[in-house]
Each structure stands twice: as structure tokens, then as C-alpha cells.
């Protein structure tokens, strides 16, 4: 029996692991990987204490700190289903089933799909959900981003470095990523911007050759040897079918990170908490290991 399960190992994850172990709790932290959404991002010019650092260098930061406590990781293992039973909350993987007296969910978000014609048969093919992870194999390439928010402005600053033309489709009629992304790729001179237009199919014989987009009612095709998909997350929520959530799967809490489910708190981008970003996650993380500490130190088990 633990006194903490933390569901999940990125910033959110992590930073409840950190805090968790220096107030001596018995603790297990399950997660599919480490790192999280940080781990595939680029750049990062805003996370406070590094002008400058990339997105798995700062994932390795992270997992460097919390390996320096004596936490117990449950490493490539899935969580499919989580329940409070009486006093304890059950978590039940695809390895295994562990109880606790408390857990807190940080099991972030995941890629949305496109959902169109030939995603799939090219997914892995040419068709990705990660620049940071599968961009160089496209240097020199023609790409396409789809998206027009931070994700996608930020997986096309990194193509932009290293493919000979990317263009960013986005199905709005303007960007809605930081005005300074913005800025930066305006000023790329291999970039094309095609706003108020949408992805009708991904094409390709064994990988991807092109992309047919719709605008107004005009299809055309552009010739792409890598598609990067990046129009938005879903939260991964699904296991967790008591706790309340919103309209989007997102899980309810509170200013100090409880459930409706006494016992279950919630952190990170999983959360309704507004604005998904790293230092957000990693505060949401340390509220919520010092709610679980409260919440042990208040109730007889």
C-alpha cells in the first residue's frame, strides 16, 4: 500500500514525484514515458531559469532530478483503469494492479488526429505527430505543418531549419500561435502560410507524396514528402471515469488540485486548468503533492 500513486512523468508528473518524495511519502510513479509533452517540444524560450533550452534537454533535466530521490517507477506501462474503493485507490495497468492511499493524475494530453483519408496507412510513413522527434529525416524535404496554434508554430520554426520549403496549413482564417512565433516565421523565406484551408486527404504509394487541401470550394494538391500533425490534444482522461470532467475530457479541480473524488487529485495539462504550458504543469505538480501531504496528514487509513 503507498501513500501516493502519480499517474504520468512529465513536467506535472515529475515535479509531484519531487515533491512528494521530500516529504518522505511511500510513492510510485507509473507513466508510458518520460518527459511528457516536453520531451517532443523544441525550443523553449520561456520557462524560467533558462533563456534557452530545448524541449529534451529540459524532459532530461527533469527525469535527472527526480532520479536522485528513491521513487519507485513503473516505466512503458499503461494505466487503463482507476478507482477509489473505500480508503484506497485502485490503479490497474497492463501489467499489474497497485493501491494507494491517494494518487494524482498528470497523464497530459495526447495528439489529436485528422481523421482523413490515408492518415493512417501513412502514419509512421511520412505522416507524423512530432517534429522534434522526426524532423531531420525530412532535411531538404518539402513539408507540410497542419495547425495554426503554438504547437504547430513551433514544429514549423524547427522544419524551417532544415527542410527546403514548409508550408503550414491552417483551417482558421489567421494564426493563433505567440505573436513572436509569428514574427519569426514571417520572416522565413522557405515558409508559406495557406490560412482558411483544409486537409481533405493524405496521399502516397509506400510513403507520402503529397497532400490534397481544400480551399473555399478549390482542392489542390501540394507535393510533401512529410505531413506533421499538430491540431491540438486530447486529454488522457479515459481510465479515470469517476472524477467529474469538462466538455473536452479535461478533469475537474479545484485551486488546490482535488477531484470531486476525496483522496483523487489532478495536474497538469489532464486538468481544466487554463493555459497548457511546462512551468504551469510543474506548478500545478508541486500544489498538488503538497494537497496529497494535507490530505494524509488530515485522515486516519
Same mark, same amino acid.
Given at each position: 500500500?503507498?501513500?501516493?500513486?502519480? =499517474?504520468?512523468?512529465? #513536467?506535472?508528473?515529475?515535479?509531484?514525484? @519531487?515533491?512528494?518524495?521530500?516529504?518522505?511519502?511511500?510513492?510510485?510513479? =507509473?507513466?508510458?514515458?518520460?518527459?511528457?509533452?516536453?520531451?517532443?517540444?523544441?525550443?523553449?524560450? %520561456?520557462? $524560467?531559469?533558462?533563456?534557452? +533550452?530545448?524541449?529534451?534537454?529540459?524532459?532530461?533535466?527533469?527525469?535527472?532530478?527526480?532520479?536522485? /530521490?528513491?521513487?519507485?517507477?513503473?516505466?512503458?506501462?499503461? @494505466? +487503463?483503469?482507476?478507482?477509489?474503493?473505500?480508503?484506497?485507490?485502485?490503479?490497474?495497468?497492463?501489467?499489474?494492479?497497485?493501491?494507494?492511499?491517494?494518487?494524482?493524475?498528470?497523464?497530459?494530453?495526447?495528439?489529436?488526429?485528422?481523421?482523413? #483519408?490515408?492518415?493512417?496507412? /501513412?502514419?509512421?510513413?511520412?505522416?507524423?505527430?512530432?517534429?522534434?522527434?522526426?524532423?531531420?529525416?525530412?532535411?531538404?524535404?518539402?513539408?507540410?505543418?497542419?495547425?495554426?496554434? !503554438?504547437?504547430?508554430?513551433?514544429?514549423?520554426?524547427?522544419?524551417?531549419?532544415?527542410?527546403?520549403?514548409?508550408?503550414?496549413?491552417?483551417?482558421?482564417?489567421?494564426?493563433?500561435?505567440?505573436?513572436?512565433?509569428?514574427?519569426?516565421?514571417?520572416?522565413?523565406?522557405?515558409?508559406? @502560410?495557406? !490560412?482558411? $484551408?483544409?486537409?481533405?486527404?493524405?496521399?502516397?504509394?509506400?510513403?507520402?507524396?503529397? +497532400?490534397?487541401?481544400?480551399? %473555399?470550394?478549390?482542392?489542390?494538391?501540394? #507535393? @510533401?514528402?512529410?505531413? /506533421?500533425?499538430?491540431?491540438?490534444?486530447?486529454?488522457?482522461?479515459?481510465?479515470?471515469?469517476?472524477?467529474?470532467?469538462?466538455?473536452?475530457?479535461? +478533469?475537474?479541480?479545484?485551486?488546490?488540485?482535488?477531484?470531486?473524488?476525496?483522496? =483523487? /487529485?489532478?495536474?497538469?495539462?489532464?486538468?481544466?486548468?487554463?493555459?497548457?504550458?511546462? =512551468?504551469?504543469?510543474?506548478?500545478?505538480?508541486?500544489?498538488?503533492?503538497?494537497?496529497?501531504?494535507?490530505?494524509?496528514?488530515?485522515?486516519?487509513?
Amino acid at each position: 500500500m503507498f501513500d501516493l500513486i502519480i =499517474i504520468g512523468a512529465g #513536467p506535472a508528473g515529475i515535479t509531484s514525484g @519531487v515533491y512528494a518524495a521530500r516529504k518522505k511519502m511511500e510513492l510510485l510513479v =507509473i507513466t508510458k514515458d518520460i518527459g511528457g509533452q516536453a520531451a517532443w517540444s523544441g525550443d523553449i524560450e %520561456n520557462y $524560467t531559469g533558462y533563456q534557452f +533550452i530545448s524541449g529534451p534537454e529540459l524532459a532530461a533535466k527533469f527525469e535527472e532530478h527526480m532520479r536522485k /530521490f528513491d521513487i519507485q517507477l513503473k516505466d512503458n506501462e499503461e @494505466v +487503463i483503469e482507476l478507482k477509489k474503493i473505500d480508503h484506497r485507490v485502485r490503479v490497474k495497468t497492463n501489467q499489474g494492479v497497485y493501491e494507494a492511499k491517494t494518487t494524482i493524475i498528470a497523464s497530459g494530453k495526447r495528439s489529436r488526429e485528422l481523421n482523413v #483519408p490515408g492518415e493512417k496507412e /501513412f502514419k509512421n510513413r511520412g505522416l507524423t505527430y512530432c517534429a522534434t522527434c522526426d524532423g531531420p529525416l525530412f532535411t531538404g524535404k518539402d513539408v507540410a505543418v497542419i495547425g495554426g496554434g !503554438n504547437s504547430a508554430l513551433d514544429a514549423a520554426l524547427q522544419l524551417i531549419k532544415i527542410a527546403r520549403h514548409t508550408h503550414i496549413i491552417n483551417m482558421t482564417d489567421h494564426l493563433t500561435g505567440d505573436p513572436i512565433m509569428q514574427d519569426k516565421l514571417n520572416q522565413a523565406p522557405n515558409a508559406t @502560410v495557406l !490560412n482558411n $484551408t483544409r486537409v481533405s486527404a493524405v496521399l502516397g504509394d509506400k510513403f507520402v507524396s503529397g +497532400i490534397k487541401v481544400k480551399k %473555399n470550394a478549390k482542392e489542390e494538391v501540394i #507535393p @510533401v514528402s512529410g505531413i /506533421f500533425v499538430e491540431i491540438g490534444l486530447i486529454p488522457n482522461s479515459e481510465f479515470a471515469k469517476d472524477p467529474d470532467k469538462n466538455q473536452l475530457g479535461e +478533469i475537474k479541480v479545484n485551486c488546490h488540485n482535488e477531484t470531486n473524488i476525496p483522496g =483523487i /487529485f489532478a495536474a497538469g495539462d489532464v486538468t481544466d486548468v487554463p493555459e497548457k504550458q511546462i =512551468i504551469i504543469a510543474a506548478g500545478e505538480g508541486s500544489k498538488a503533492a503538497l494537497s496529497v501531504f494535507r490530505y494524509l496528514m488530515q485522515n486516519k487509513f
